[in-house]
């Protein structure tokens, strides 16, 4: 197992477009997180999956972007209508979920680099 | 609301020196805490939580409720400590949104 695996590396795109980004955790991993992070500033909560479900998305999620995670696999985020502010580094990651209190580590992609020009 | 600082972008310390990361956080309540640390060119990874209590590369980091505190320390630094260092807190139960600081970046000098 290669750890979480993040495709694209980095994306360029010119402002308007729609991106989406694709995230496969690891095989036996039933939780994933999105994490937006910008330049000088730490990882920022977006979204949380548990198996196909999305329990827990944060006030930045805003109508552009969308994620899921059709069968509890891999994982798709994607931002239509892409703004200059969008530009960031897109993380992924995976932990393995034993109940509300078991919670094991999460394990982070290397993460999509999105560049809006 | 969840937060979590860090007060200091940059620390620089000589190599055999005392390290003392700050992390200091805001939750009411009982939090998970944790430290990441990302090296040159790799992930972002698990340093360790204050659930464990253990020294992880002989870093630890004690939780002081009083203080809302949970700073990491190692008392001789090393070069292959040299990385960015982020303190990260979830809520109790369930939840999962994990709120970081913005890091600090450690530089061991030789």
């Known amino acids: 197992d290669t750890g979480v695996s993040q495709n694209p590396r980095h994306k360029i795109t010119k402002r308007g477009q729609n991106v989406t980004f694709r995230c496969d955790p690891i095989?036996?991993?039933?939780?994933l997180y999105w994490y937006r992070q910008t330049l000088g500033q730490g990882p920022e909560f977006l979204t949380y999956?548990?198996?196909?479900?999305?329990?827990?998305k944060s006030r930045l999620l805003s109508d552009r972007f969308s994620a899921e995670r059709p069968k509890g696999s891999f994982s798709t985020l994607e931002i239509q209508r892409t703004e200059q502010g969008d530009s960031a580094m897109y993380l992924c990651?995976?932990?393995?979920?034993?109940?509300?209190?078991?919670?094991?580590?999460?394990?982070f992609g290397d993460g999509t680099r999105l560049s809006i020009l | 609301a969840q937060r979590v600082t860090q007060p200091e972008k940059l620390l620089s310390v000589f190599k055999g020196a005392p390290v003392e990361l700050k992390c200091n956080y805001s939750?009411?309540?009982?939090?998970?805490l944790f430290w990441y640390v990302q090296y040159s060119r790799q992930r972002l990874q698990l340093l360790l939580r204050?659930?464990s209590r253990e020294s992880i590369k002989g870093f630890t980091a004690d939780l002081n409720k009083g203080e809302t505190s949970f700073h990491l320390k190692k008392p001789f630094a090393q070069e292959e400590d040299s990385a960015m260092y982020y303190c990260?807190?979830?809520?109790?139960?369930?939840?999962?949104?994990?709120?970081f600081g913005i890091g600090t970046k450690l530089q061991v000098i030789p």
């Open positions: 990651a995976s932990s393995l979920g034993l109940g509300p209190g078991g919670n094991q580590p999460q394990h």
């Open positions: 095989s036996e991993h039933n939780r």
């Open positions: 999956f548990q198996n196909e479900a999305q329990l827990e």
């Open positions: 939750y009411s309540g009982s939090p998970e």
């Open positions: 204050h659930i």
């Open positions: 990260a807190l979830k809520p109790p139960g369930g939840y999962q949104k994990v709120t």
